[in-house]
């Protein structure tokens, strides 16, 4: 084959392309629109779309035959139900909506001279009605070198078409050849790049750079959206690495560690769907904004089935809400309250004070105090969980009291329930052992201060413990729990175990569920004790945990990620890889960010951006505080006509939210709040608490001194709050802005 001049296969027929002709269309993005190919590659989509539609049309047809025949035994039933829901389930996965089903072609080079075969990856595997291949799933290994080539390392290709691609409409080309003579030639050369390396000078080393920076330039929807089309190597190396031990994804702001971690979620169903199916993927995000913002990822990817929450989720049944101050918070995330917890469910298990007699019949039962400590030191020693040895307890009470009768036999069953009749025994029992909730254990020792006392003795100081105590609610249904609760919660669940059902039975169905693979998100703000809820869950130590040391903002702010890992899955090395591109923010947004974060987290490294914005942020000071929210409302306006359809947000301290909103109403300004409609408004009032993770369009950031001084970490939320927007930033203040913004 010539190398000057490679003959490549294009979709209905051959192309000849040289390196001069390619740099020339490369350096002009916009004439990739006369692509020579672009007529046959609309028709070879085309074609795709036609064999899915097929494929819908004959899943449907097999649905109504099989919904039909509605007889039969129970088992035709069983087997037909489940049929149907995979029929649904792929019926599901090939609605692609708007989402593209084809985004690029991979020509690689075969054992035969001169002789290459072509791959055109999309969403999902499409095949015709002979059963070969039409489109790849992104996923399957053959798709790998459409991500991860490089002009070093061409992984067999000769070539990689990138597609700029609007619903069915094809409406660009991207190509990049690979192979002697042209190493690495592509956009990133017509740029200025390296022939020999295939990175572009600024050492972003990005693929298929046009269809990036279109993708990302397009206006947000208030959802998360993949990014299938544009992984980029850093990414995918993520993406496809190994179900096995904890990967931490380190990522600064706009680096797509959240994207990222959720393809990851569908590339390991998708290479491991047996076991993972059956095991389950799980997803945890910092709040309910967060979870609404990123639903519709995994189904856009075909993988509905993963279960998406927040931690309060994970302890069914409570009502979680309760607002705690910051020494509260951190008392309750720290991992001494294991031991606290530990004591005070080991408080629940007492001996007698006092004999207990009970009349019977002729006589006297007894159950001495010196029984009583046997029986419980004897459960304890017995039973790993408090309500699995309850019956067990109430059992030996029976027959060492049944021991006391001077009659020959005595039938224990007959002698337990009469004795359960007696409310003397109840009480008896109740005291040495009760079956136990974790809502009943911390409902009851928080109400307490002699309960508190005496679980923290040795564990808490005597500044800390009484911050745990608060008032007692008339019943557990009125109990309103705070966020920190719920590790505590959890924690006492591992402890005592579900309540057992009639006969002492513990069902499986009530154990806590575990997870083939947890996905963490904003891991760098949870507790220990919530770290510690999460190991809990672990199947086999599986994990994909991603956050941002510099975002850390919580009572725990981790100094490095052992800090972290030292409470998760130990069974293999953990793997830390770092995501150093930033995609979303302009260069000049995150210029001004990155001097806040040099004070912030000085030993840290700000991601590099990737594109220059077309303006830079303003800043704008109120002449009197009075003015302030005026000014909000003003500069809100300008932003929502300057970016034109996309999402606009106003992020302020937490304290203004109600102010904000309540002066935008006035003013007639639509807007939602963050905290009831995430971000399905065009403009949404976010507090500055909840804002981490998601990105908009515009970004208005009001009084930054206000942020930065709410709380312990109050730089590091400035910081998060500054690097939101992926195209205008303004900044209202009427308070001096911190230094660390003029510095």
């Known amino acids: 084959m010539n190398s000057a001049t490679p003959i490549l296969p294009a979709a209905g027929g051959l192309y000849e392309i040289g390196p001069a002709d390619l740099a020339v269309e490369l350096m002009n993005p916009k004439m990739s629109q006369q692509h020579p190919d672009i007529a046959a590659e609309q028709a070879y989509i085309d074609h795709a779309y036609a064999c899915l539609d097929k494929s819908r049309e004959d899943a449907w047809r097999i649905r109504d035959l099989n919904e039909a025949n509605t007889g039969g035994t129970f088992q035709a039933r069983y087997e037909r139900n489940a049929f149907d829901e995979q029929l649904l389930q792929r019926l599901t996965t090939l609605d692609l909506g708007d989402a593209a089903l084809v985004f690029g072609r991979i020509d690689r080079l075969t054992d035969t001279p001169d002789e290459i075969e072509s791959f055109h990856i999309g969403r999902l595997a499409v095949a015709d009605e002979a059963r070969d291949p039409v489109v790849v799933d992104w996923r399957a290994p053959v798709a790998e070198p459409f991500y991860r080539a490089t002009g070093r390392e061409t992984m067999g290709l000769a070539r990689r078409r990138h597609f700029s691609v609007q619903g069915r409409v094809l409406s660009g080309i991207e190509d990049e050849l690979f192979g002697e003579g042209h190493l690495g030639l592509g956009h990133d050369e017509g740029l200025g790049g390296d022939p020999q390396t295939g990175v572009r000078h600024d050492g972003t080393g990005l693929r298929g750079y046009s269809t990036l920076i279109s993708a990302l330039s397009r206006g947000r929807t208030g959802q998360l959206g993949d990014i299938v089309a544009t992984i980029q190597s850093e990414q995918d190396q993520i993406i496809r690495a190994p179900q096995s031990g904890v990967l931490v994804v380190q990522g600064g702001p706009g680096t797509g560690k959240t994207v990222v971690a959720l393809h990851r979620a569908a590339y390991l169903l998708y290479t491991y769907r047996f076991p993972l199916e059956d095991q389950g993927v799980l997803v945890v995000g910092p709040n309910r904004v967060f979870l609404r913002y990123i639903e519709q990822v995994l189904p856009s990817l075909g993988e509905a089935g993963v279960e998406q ?435």
């Not at 409470?567 to 793997?575: C, D, G, I, V």
């Not at 890889?577 to 001004?592: C, E, F, H, K, T």
Request: charged share 25%; glycine share 6%.
């Open 309 to 743: 929450v927040v931690l309060a989720d994970l302890v069914s049944g409570h009502r979680v809400g309760r607002h705690e101050d910051d020494a509260t918070r951190h008392v309750k995330g720290d991992i001494r309250m294991c031991t606290f917890v530990a004591a005070a469910v080991r408080d629940r298990e007492r001996p007698l004070r006092d004999d207990l007699v009970i009349p019977f019949g002729a006589e006297y039962l007894r159950l001495r105090v010196s029984e009583s400590v046997r029986i419980i030191r004897d459960a304890r020693r017995r039973y790993r969980r408090h309500n699995a040895a309850a019956r067990w307890v109430e059992t030996e009470v029976v027959a060492a009291m049944a021991a006391t009768s001077k009659r020959e036999e005595i039938d224990l069953e007959s002698l337990r329930d009469s004795l359960r009749d007696i409310s003397e025994f109840r009480a008896a029992i109740i005291r040495m052992w009760p079956v136990l909730t974790p809502a009943e254990v911390l409902h009851d020792v928080f109400g307490s201060r002699a309960l508190v006392r005496s679980a923290a003795q040795g564990v808490l100081s005597d500044d800390e413990w009484p911050l745990l105590v608060r008032e007692r609610s008339a019943s557990l249904a009125e109990v309103h729990w705070a966020e920190s609760d719920v590790a505590l919660l959890d924690e006492v669940l591992s402890l005592i175990g579900p309540r057992p059902r009639k006969g002492g039975r513990i069902d499986e169905n009530d154990e806590m569920r575990l997870y083939g693979h947890i996905i963490i998100d904003e891991v760098q703000d949870l507790t220990p004790m919530q770290l510690r809820m999460m190991n809990r869950r672990s199947l086999n130590g599986a994990m994909t945990i991603v956050g941002d040391l510099a975002q850390a903002t919580g009572a725990f702010a981790p100094r490095d990620w052992q800090d972290v890992l030292k409470y998760l899955p130990t069974k293999k090395e953990a793997q830390i890889i770092n995501l150093s591109v930033g995609y979303r923010i302009p260069a000049q947004i995150m210029a001004l960010a990155d001097k806040v974060l040099a004070v912030a987290a000085p030993s840290l490294v700000p991601p590099q951006s990737v594109r220059d914005g077309e303006f830079g942020p303003d800043i704008v000071r109120s002449t009197t505080a009075e003015r302030l929210l005026d000014d909000v409302v003003a500069q809100t306006r300008i932003m929502m006509d300057s970016v034109i359809g996309g999402n606009v947000a106003i992020v302020c301290p937490d304290a203004m939210t109600e102010s904000v909103s309540a002066v935008l109403t006035r003013e007639g300004v639509q807007h939602g709040r963050a905290n009831n409609t995430a971000l399905d408004s065009r403009l949404t009032v976010v507090p500055v608490s909840v804002v981490k993770g998601l990105e908009l369009d515009g970004v208005v950031v009001v009084e930054p001194a206000a942020i930065a001084a709410a709380q312990e970490h109050g730089l590091r939320a400035l910081y998060v709050a500054l690097t939101r927007s992926t195209q205008r930033l303004t900044v209202v203040h009427h308070r001096e802005l911190p230094p660390a913004m003029v510095n």
